[in-house]
Nanobody, 125 residues
């Protein structure tokens, strides 16, 4: 079955960097688009960034533009989220998700077919 496993979360200070990884198995990774979402306690799940299957096109939320970068290595079945200049408001559980449409960078979480279990990112001030 399809598995998405996130890693790389942790507790950091404001201004620090983290790199999240999401390892996929059980699907044709190079044929699916991928995304990162996040959810803070009491808030709705929020789009962070997405990348098409080829890796040629990405999109990101305004709140993280210039600070976060999504990338993928199809040969490793892995998608990454490089997070720089972290802020306390970035504190959330971060989830990776897969969309069987290889051309999608859609921000609506209901369009994603598979989800990981999440990794916690906590940014202290």
């Amino acid at each position: 079955q399809v598995q998405l496993v996130e890693s790389g979360g942790g507790l950091v200070q404001a201004g620090d960097s983290l790199r999240l990884s999401c390892a996929a198995s059980g699907l044709a990774f190079s044929s699916v688009s991928m995304a990162w979402f996040r959810q803070a306690p009491g808030k709705e799940r929020e789009f962070v960034a997405a990348i098409r299957a080829s890796g040629a096109t990405t999109s990101s939320a305004d709140s993280v533009k210039g600070r976060f970068t999504i990338s993928r290595v199809n040969a490793k079945n892995t998608v990454y989220l490089q997070m720089n200049s972290l802020k306390p408001e970035d504190t959330a559980t971060y989830y990776c998700a897969a969309n069987r449409n290889p051309y999608s960078t859609i921000t609506n979480p209901t369009y994603y077919d598979y989800w990981g279990q999440g990794t916690q990112v906590t940014v202290s001030s």
